[in-house]
Antibody
Framework: EVQLVESGGGLVQPGGSLRLSCAASGFTFSSYWMNWVRQAPGKGLEWVANIKQDGNEKYYVDSVKGRFTISRDNAKNSLYLQMNSLRAEDTAVYYC????????????WGQGTLVTVSS | QSALTQPPSASGSPGQSVTISCTGTSSDIGGYNYVSWYQQHPGKAPKLMIYEVSKRPSGVPDRFSGSKSGNTASLTVSGLQAEDEADYYCNSYAGSTKVFGGGTKLTVL
């Protein structure tokens, strides 16, 4: 069974940093592009970033460029999102999701981890 | 990277059909046949319902169908059932990045 389990969320002050993790199991992690998708409270879904199977290609939504960094460790079947210079508008549930290619759909999702940016 | 445009709400009675539209540009929906649709119930993670415009993953009822014309994609739910009440989001490939629609709340009357 495919499982994606996010962790690392919590309360952080504006300007602070947080590192999210996503532990994958039940599939060959290194064969998939991996994504972060977020959802602000009561709002819609927003694609945040993705990373190629070998980690050599990474793409971001404009609003997080220069502040967030996506990475992966295929040996540990793990995906990460380093979030710096956090803003109130980054408050959201962050989901990790897999896709076979960058154009492929998100066919499996984690349960999400809540990040709250507030003083 | 502008969000795709969806109507905020849609509704229909049990057994009826409802269609949700999703409008983008030639840089996303119009440029690729990589539109997908997701269903999200309150407090749950999204679930893939349609991919590559009109394909259904295994396990998704054939009451769900998708189509595309130009820069607009559509999701049709036929034979509405109570459990179809949820939020629906479209998504399109936009050349290495992805973009979602704002979401449509589907109410089964």
């Amino acid at each position: 069974e495919v499982q994606l389990v996010e962790s690392g969320g919590g309360l952080v002050q504006p300007g602070g940093s947080l590192r999210l993790s996503c532990a994958a199991s039940g599939f060959t992690f290194s064969s998939y592009w991996m994504n972060w998708v977020r959802q602000a409270p009561g709002k819609g879904l927003e694609w945040v970033a993705n990373i190629k199977q070998d980690g050599n290609e990474k793409y971001y939504v404009d609003s997080v460029k220069g502040r967030f960094t996506i990475s992966r460790d295929n040996a540990k079947n793990s995906l990460y999102l380093q979030m710096n210079s956090l803003r109130a508008e980054d408050t959201a549930v962050y989901y990790c999701a897999r896709a076979l290619f960058d154009w492929s759909p998100f066919d499996s999702w984690g349960q999400g981890t809540l990040v709250t940016v507030s003083s | 990277q502008s969000a795709l445009t969806q109507p905020p709400s849609a509704s229909g009675s049990p057994g009826q059909s409802v269609t949700i539209s999703c409008t983008g540009t030639s840089s996303d929906i119009g440029g690729y046949n990589y539109v997908s649709w997701y269903q999200q119930h309150p407090g749950k993670a999204p679930k893939l319902m349609i991919y590559e415009v009109s394909k259904r993953p295994s396990g998704v009822p054939d009451r769900f169908s998708g189509s595309k014309s130009g820069n607009t994609a559509s999701l049709t739910v036929s034979g509405l059932q109570a459990e179809d009440e949820a939020d629906y989001y479209c998504n399109s490939y936009a050349g290495s990045t992805k973009v979602f629609g704002g979401g449509t709340k589907l109410t089964v009357l």
